[in-house]
């Protein structure tokens, strides 16, 4: 998913830099002064396009970047605050283990193997669910 949305991303920054040499090579007014036909542009058209397809190349790198992580670590810090006791988790580093306590800044964990554990509750990756999937 999140590589067809970097394709698609290079895909539009790529058509819009096409779309601004074009518009700059060729001007949107053309003058006729007797039989010939010369195209002359306003040195603030040419400036506003180019400023406009910057705002949009933006525009889309907020709605394809940086909204989803946002979104993202919102979820994850909503996870991470509601860790309670008897919560069986996967820790940044693929451990999976259930939680024993939920301190201001860390949880202790019981590993499978019996032992237990203090972790800061940020490596805490996901929250495993009653079927054994992990989640967000």
């Known amino acids: 998913m999140r590589k067809t949305r970097l394709i698609f991303l290079g ?9 601004g040499l ?37 525009v889309l790198m907020y709605f394809f970047t940086i909204r989803p992580q946002r979104k993202r670590q919102q979820d994850q810090g909503k996870m991470i605050q509601a860790l309670q006791r008897g919560d069986r988790v996967v820790t940044i580093g693929g451990m999976y ?8 800044d860390s949880v202790t964990l019981r590993l499978d193997s019996g032992a237990t554990a203090r972790f800061v509750k940020s490596a805490i990756a996901t929250k495993v669910s009653e079927q054994g999937q992990t989640g967000p």
């Open 22 to 58: 074009l518009a700059s090579c060729y001007p949107l007014s053309p003058t006729t002064s007797g039989t010939t036909t010369t195209t002359t542009s306003s040195p603030w058209t040419s400036t506003a396009l180019m400023v406009g397809f910057i705002v949009l190349i933006f």
């Open 97 to 104: 283990a259930t939680v024993e306590s939920v301190n201001e």
């Open 11 to 19: 895909i539009i920054i790529g058509l819009v830099t096409i779309v």
